[in-house]
């Protein structure tokens, strides 16, 4: 995950709530972060949208099909294996990686992993790789990209610009780092928190809070 822009700061936030009173802060002081906090707690979100974070994302394809389950404030634009027929990666889990399911839910797993989660890996991998030397045969046998592609696994990383207010993004922080999240969506999530923390320490402390 990469930071490829930033639009705003903390004070943009502040302005952008100011300006209902015909004010501007040139620069941040002690009432300006009591405004923000104020304006996260009480559910103001107007002033968050105000700046914009774009970012360069590379994930395996079944997180970024959750990741793309948020759409309000958010442009994206995606790789497409139309017009890219280069090597795929694929992420391969660990071991740990490999959970067991939990019988009380619908959805999601438990934070061990299954016994036999060397042989599972093993199986995994394999499968994997006969998907991407078929997609190569493919290719070679002259089929179009498009066609296929078809043949690739979830696992495979998707790379895509991602362009989204602070308010959208604070917003899929918290759905994503919660313990019912996806093990594999959370790590992103955190990555994405580490990195807009640092942009927009006071906001983003106050809208995560």
């Not at 395996?60 to 017009?83: L, M, T």
């Not at 061990?112 to 070679?140: G, P, W």
Request: overall charge neutral; proline content about 5%.
């Amino acid at each position: 995950m990469e930071l490829i822009e930033c639009m705003g700061s903390d004070l943009t936030v502040v302005n952008a709530a100011r300006v209902s009173f015909a004010k501007v802060h040139t620069e941040m002081d002690g009432s300006d972060e009591k405004l923000i906090t104020y304006l996260a707690k009480h559910n103001h979100i107007s002033p968050f949208f105000h700046p914009q974070i774009q970012l360069r994302i590379k994930m395996p394809i079944f997180v970024a099909r959750e990741w793309y389950r948020h759409q309000i404030g958010f442009a994206r634009n995606e790789v497409s294996r139309r017009y890219v027929s280069d090597a795929p990666e694929c992420w391969i889990p660990n071991v740990d990686d490999l959970r067991e399911k939990d019988p009380k839910v619908k959805q999601g797993s438990k934070a061990t992993a299954i016994d036999s989660a060397e042989n599972a890996r093993i199986i995994f991998e394999n499968s994997v790789d006969v998907a991407v030397q078929t997609y190569d045969m493919l290719l070679k046998m002259n089929v179009a990209p498009e066609i296929a592609r078809c043949v690739l696994p979830q696992s495979m990383y998707t790379e895509f610009v991602e362009t989204g207010s602070l308010a959208a993004y604070a917003r899929l922080y918290k759905l994503r780092t919660s313990p019912d999240a996806q093990r594999e969506i959370q790590r992103y999530a955190h990555e994405m928190g580490c990195i807009l923390e640092k942009a927009f320490p006071v906001s983003w402390k106050a809208l995560t809070a």
